[in-house]
Structures are given as C-alpha cells and as structure tokens.
C-alpha cells in the first residue's frame, strides 16, 4: 500500500467517522430545541448528508487497499496487527450495506434493526480503525526511546 492509498483511506475515515460521531451525537443526546421541533441542532440534517456524501469515499479506499494490503498481508501469514485487521474486515461490510438499507428500508421496524447494526458495527470499525493506528505508532516511539537510551552515554554512567 503506497502513501497516497493510505492517506485516501485516512482521510475518508476521519470524514465518515466524524460526520457519523456528530450526527450520532445531535441525534441521540441532544434534546430538541422545542416541543415542535423535528430536528435536535440545526445543523443536523446537514451532518446527516455530508455522512452520505462522505461514506462511498470510504467504500472506495477500502476498495482502494484490498488487494495490496489486505489481501497481501492475508497471503504472507502476517501476525501483527491481525486482531484490529480482522476487526476492520467483519465490521466493514455489514457497516456499509446497513447504512445503504437505512436509506432504502421502508418499514420501521427494519429501519430499526438496520441502524443498530450500524451503529454497532460502525463504531467497532472506528475502534478497531484506531486501535490499527495506534499501536504501531505506540511500538515505534518505544523503540526510539530505547534506542536513545542505548545510546546515551550519560545512561551508562548511572
């Protein structure tokens, strides 16, 4: 995966996972601003759309790494990070197709189930999106700091 994939897929993330996360919020903790109101933030119906907007971006950067990421990694037998990969792998599928049938879904009860499978697996992708972030990041500033360590010499001393 070169550079140009990866901050692709960085990026789409950040806007469908932040859209997604506000929206969430004005709709599920806001309370209305009146007893007529249908909306709970003005500019909740904005988020709302920007979100749709936003999510075939991030269909297509996965879309974009599957084959020299995924796939790549899946054949070689990698162990790292295979726990918050596997992660990303179930959650994105049932994550985009439920959003899709959110949309599509005309009866109630439907739309019900369809938005708390979003909702959960959404946000174990952004979880998991994160975690996968995080922890080579976290390994590598650990590494530094040891290698400084070995070779500071004032360390020696001690």
């Given amino acids: 995966m070169n550079r140009l994939e990866a901050w692709t897929l960085h990026v789409a993330v950040v806007l469908v996972g932040g859209t997604g996360l ?3 919020w004005m709709l599920y903790f806001l309370s209305p601003v009146d007893e007529f109101a249908v909306v ?6 904005t988020l709302q759309h920007l979100h749709i ?3 075939p971006f991030l269909v297509f950067g996965v ?9 790549k990694h899946y054949r070689k037998g990698m162990r790292r990070r295979r726990r918050s ?3 990303l792998l179930v959650s994105v599928a049932p994550m985009a197709i439920s959003g899709y049938l959110i949309q599509t879904s005309v009866g109630e009860n439907w739309r019900s ?10 946000g174990l992708f952004v979880v998991g999106y994160g975690i ?4 080579p990041w976290l390994r590598r ?18």
């Fill in 22 to 24: 506000v929206y969430a």
């Fill in 40 to 45: 709970s933030h003005s500019l909740q119906p």
């Fill in 53 to 55: 907007w936003f999510a």
């Fill in 63 to 71: 879309g974009l790494i599957w084959r020299g990421h995924v796939m």
């Fill in 85 to 87: 990969g596997l992660s």
């Fill in 113 to 122: 189930v369809w938005i708390a499978v979003h909702l959960l697996t959404s």
């Fill in 132 to 135: 996968h972030q995080l922890v």
């Fill in 141 to 158: 500033i650990r590494r530094s700091d040891q290698s400084r360590r070995l070779q500071d010499p004032a360390d020696s001393r001690a």
